[in-house]
Nanobody, 122 residues
């Protein structure tokens, strides 16, 4: 089992920045790829970013150039730095883990956190 706990969400004006954190506990964290999803009210869950232990990184087109995903295995923590935020980025953001990074990119997860709300005002 891997437990994931997100933090760092909040209310920010358009153009602002937030950094989300995801702390993992449980089984060997470094064996898992990590990623971020988001879900806005009335919309389907959307892939945001995924990153592997070996350094592979994938981003959704909608966040490329604005969001940066990273991880610190020593701290068992993943991060999502979000810059130039837009009102359309408003959603609940979830941290996810899977043994295969391709699965996260495809919208799957083996473990998921409880989510943190990000609200961007115009």
């Amino acid at each position: 089992q891997v437990q994931l706990v997100e933090s760092g969400g909040g209310l920010v004006q358009a153009g602002g920045s937030l950094r989300l954190s995801c702390v993992a506990s449980g089984r060997t964290f470094s064996n898992y790829a990590m990623g971020w999803f988001r879900q806005a009210p009335g919309k389907d869950r959307e892939f945001v970013a995924a990153f592997s232990w070996t350094g592979s990184l994938y981003y959704a087109d909608s966040v490329k150039g604005r969001f940066t995903a990273s991880r610190d295995n020593a701290k068992r923590t993943g991060y999502l730095q979000m810059n130039s935020l837009r009102p359309e980025d408003t959603a609940v953001y979830y941290c996810a883990a899977h043994s295969k990074i391709g699965a996260i990119v495809a919208g799957l997860h083996e473990y998921r956190g409880q989510g943190t709300q990000v609200t961007v005002s115009s």
